[in-house]
């Protein structure tokens, strides 16, 4: 008997056999705490085999840090240009391919991730990470006079949009349009939405950055399209399609990450009131609350990619087409690295989890989401003396990333901290 045989998901009772979970499937994470499969996994078999189901490939399923770092590290035995997440992976590859960033490797990639770490560049983020400060204490601030809100949707979505908007310098007039087309084309939560219409609104977005960076090519400003437009490649101007395809890639990347960070936070924080006064009384740095926070979220729940050609594992031979799935919902809780995984302390050094991934695709955003948090932490610190969730929040339903889509909460103002950021503001 292997241990897949043997294998349990959950803990306690409600035990399932490992080979019948399948991390393809969303209703896997809806109805399962995973806590103890990935465990089992880790110990037992930390390089496992996804059986194919219902007409979709088997894959590989990497539970450990080390292991994880192995692959991102190697992106010539490991490709990501056949995909780097599920839904791409089985699908046979991504259209984006060898042209936007995530999905192209090599040369090509290194030239593009210059250029793109450029455009995210200090000049460019300065007025953006200000406008994060400004909005998100508003945001707070009001949210926390009203006494309640849903934070999902009144907050935290709209943090990321509003700052990748920035970034990319999209007009003021046409953020509300833009914002109804990424939440048709990548909401997870929503299920009444079919996948033609995802896919004709993620056409549209594509669409709107055409004309976008036309309009940028008479009308430069600071933003990262003006910058693109501007960029080449040895001495090769980027193409449209480059341009198009790398902004939609920063949405795609930075809003919904971010978004269920956040929210995951205010849940994680309300249920740790330790925590939480530990944050409120000063007792611990934000950089590593931050760090606590992703690392707790492990938002994106795997990265993946294709076997280049046969080569070993941790001892187990992959072929080449194989696909290899990174699990960081497994290793950001692999006690091999981290003291007391299952512990929730903001406090924690050191704490280097996977959430940005690791290696040559390391997140180009990470900067820009760190200070996405932290300026919420800091608001939250500074505005509220504490705060409850009021009704159950609503999961989100994927493979790729975990979280809520609701976070109805209710605060306890500060009133000194307000009134000090009145006469601040
Ligand atoms: C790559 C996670 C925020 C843009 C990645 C990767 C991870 C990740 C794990 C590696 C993917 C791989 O190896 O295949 C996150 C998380 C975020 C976040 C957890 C927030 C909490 C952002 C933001 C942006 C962004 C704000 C845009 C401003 C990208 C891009 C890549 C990337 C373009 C591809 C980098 C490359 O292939 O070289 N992200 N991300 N991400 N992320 Fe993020």
């Known amino acids: 008997m292997t241990a897949a045989d043997t294998g349990r998901v959950g803990s306690g009772e409600s035990q399932t056999p490992a080979h019948t979970v399948d991390l393809a499937d969303p209703a896997t994470f809806a109805n399962h705490d995973l806590t103890g499969f990935w465990q089992q996994l880790r110990d037992e078999e930390p390089i496992h085999w996804n ?5 979709r490939r088997g894959f590989w399923v990497v539970s450990r840090y080390a292991d994880i770092l192995d692959v991102y590290r190697d992106d010539v035995t490991f490709t990501s240009e056949r995909g780097n997440v599920l839904v791409t992976l089985l699908a046979g590859g991504d259209a984006g391919a060898g042209r936007m960033l995530a999905v192209t490797d090599g040369p090509r990639h290194a030239e593009l991730r210059k250029l793109l770490l450029r455009a995210l560049g200090p000049r460019v983020l300065a007025p953006v990470c200000a406008a994060v400060r400004t909005n998100t204490r508003q945001m707070i601030r009001e949210a926390v006079t009203k006494g309640e809100c849903d934070f999902a949707s009144d907050i935290a979505s709209r943090i990321p949009m509003m700052t990748i908007s920035n970034l990319l310098g999209v007009p003021d007039a046409d953020r509300a349009f833009l914002l109804s087309l990424t939440k048709t084309a990548l909401s997870a939560d929503d299920e009444s939405i079919s996948e033609t219409e995802s896919a004709m609104a993620r056409n549209e977005i594509l669409l709107y950055f055409q004309d976008l960076m036309e309009f940028r090519r008479d009308h430069p400003g600071e933003d990262v399209v003006s910058m693109l437009v501007n960029s080449s490649i040895d001495g090769a101007p980027l193409s449209d399609d480059d341009i198009v395809l790398n902004c939609y890639s920063l949405i795609i990347g930075g809003d919904e990450t971010s978004r269920l960070t956040m929210i995951d936070s205010v849940n994680t924080l309300a249920a740790h ?41 941790h001892g187990v031979r992959i072929r080449a087409d194989d696909i290899v799935t990174l699990w960081h919902a497994s290793g950001n809780r692999d006690e091999r690295v981290f003291h007391r995984p299952e512990v929730f302390d903001l406090g924690r050094t050191p704490n280097r989890h996977l959430s940005f991934g690791h290696g040559p695709h390391y997140c180009i955003g990470s900067y820009l989401a760190k200070v996405e948090i932290s300026e919420l932490l800091i608001a939250l610190r500074d505005l509220t003396s504490g705060f409850e969730t009021t009704g159950e929040p609503q999961r989100i339903r994927s493979n790729l990333l975990t979280g809520f889509a609701t976070m109805p909460v209710r605060f306890v103002p500060d009133r000194a901290g307000l009134a000090r950021d009145a006469l601040d503001g």
Do not use: N, Y
Not at 51 to 55: D, K, R, W, Y
Not at 280 to 292: L, P, R
């Open 51 to 55: 059986p194919p189901t219902a007409g």
């Open 273 to 313: 009131p330790q925590q939480w006064r530990r944050l409120k009384d000063g007792q611990c740095e934000i950089d590593k609350a931050v760090d606590e926070v992703l690392r707790w979220a492990s938002p994106s729940m795997h990265f993946g990619r294709v076997a280049a050609r046969d080569t070993i594992l």
